[in-house]
């Protein structure tokens, strides 16, 4: 087989992928995903100090979330990579968590449970953020997982854009409690984030 039979067959496998029900579930669960952390990093400490913390105590939440980064980075995801089977349920079930945490977070009040959230947070930012992209390559395959994180950037672009005026409109209605329970929780809605557990059930169907 010559190189233009080989580049027809990776098109047509890449095409493919768009007729997958797997595609969509992992490109919405991403996208969302990545929005909701980068959000949370970014008002976490303003977030702190509305809370009533003084700027020293509110900064040292960004610690919090680091070790708790660490542990998801190398703790959580080896383990999961010793059970694969598991995979696609633990990443789904950390979501179902995170959104938890968010509506959490606005009835918090004093530095160690807000600590304690931010630590759990950031195991399971973590953790998706090292597996999400294992999971692509499981589900949709390794020669299209280039394809798919095009894709997924091109889809994070608007998010991006207009994140300085989502985050501006809760500034200014004073309710960055909104923001951290509706933006990250709502928007990334429950059913989407608890799909992945079931990809193996959609890829099946």
Do not use: W
């Amino acid at each position: 087989m010559d190189s233009t039979q080989e580049d027809g067959c990776s098109m047509i496998r890449v095409a493919l992928m768009f007729g997958m029900p797997a595609f969509y579930v992992l490109l919405i669960a991403i996208v969302l995903g990545d929005y909701a952390s980068t959000e949370f990093l970014k008002t976490i400490v303003d977030y702190g100090i509305d809370k009533g913390l003084d700027r020293d105590a509110a900064g040292r939440l960004l610690s919090f979330i680091s070790v708790g980064h660490l542990v998801g980075r190398v703790g959580v995801a080896i383990l999961a990579d010793m059970i694969p089977t598991y995979r696609s349920a633990l990443y789904g079930l950390s979501f179902v968590i995170s959104n938890a945490c968010f509506f959490a977070l606005p009835h918090m009040y004093t530095l160690s449970s807000v600590a304690a959230l931010s630590v759990i947070l950031g195991i399971i930012q973590g953790y998706v953020a090292c597996i999400k992209y294992v999971l692509v390559a499981e589900h949709l395959g390794i020669a299209r997982t280039p394809v798919f994180c095009g894709i997924a950037g091109a889809a994070y672009t608007p998010l991006t854009l207009l994140s300085p005026f989502i985050t501006g409109v809760a500034q200014e209605l004073e309710a960055r409690e909104e923001l951290h329970g509706f933006v990250p929780g709502n928007t990334a809605t429950s059913p989407v984030r608890s799909a992945p557990p079931n990809l193996r059930e959609i890829i099946k169907d």
